[in-house]
């Protein structure tokens, strides 16, 4: 999907949705950073052109302590602009 955005978009988010859409979950509870990052890696891989958007897992912001390590993490590998 991203591959034919990708001429038609300025941007995309890859969001903490893609649980229900790729994974089959019910909600977006059991999202895992790992999940968020292995999705982003692969729509970098396929929609350079575009600005990316990426969700935190549903509570991994909560934590103050977390939050921002975390943040720097799934933007340092997946490449995303925010």
């Known amino acids: 999907m991203a591959r034919l955005l990708d001429p038609h978009c300025d ?4 969001g903490d949705s893609l649980g229900m859409v790729l994974y089959g ?3 977006t509870v059991g999202v895992t950073m790992e999940m968020m990052i ?4 692969a729509v970098m891989r396929v929609s ?12 991994s912001y909560r934590n103050r302590r977390n939050r921002l ?3 720097r993490r799934i933007m340092k590998e997946t490449g995303c602009d925010a």
């Open 25 to 27: 979950m019910d909600t």
């Open 38 to 41: 292995a999705t982003g890696q």
């Open 48 to 59: 350079p052109r575009l600005r990316h958007h990426r969700h935190m897992p549903f509570g």
């Open 11 to 14: 941007f995309l988010l890859v």
């Open 69 to 71: 390590p975390l943040g």
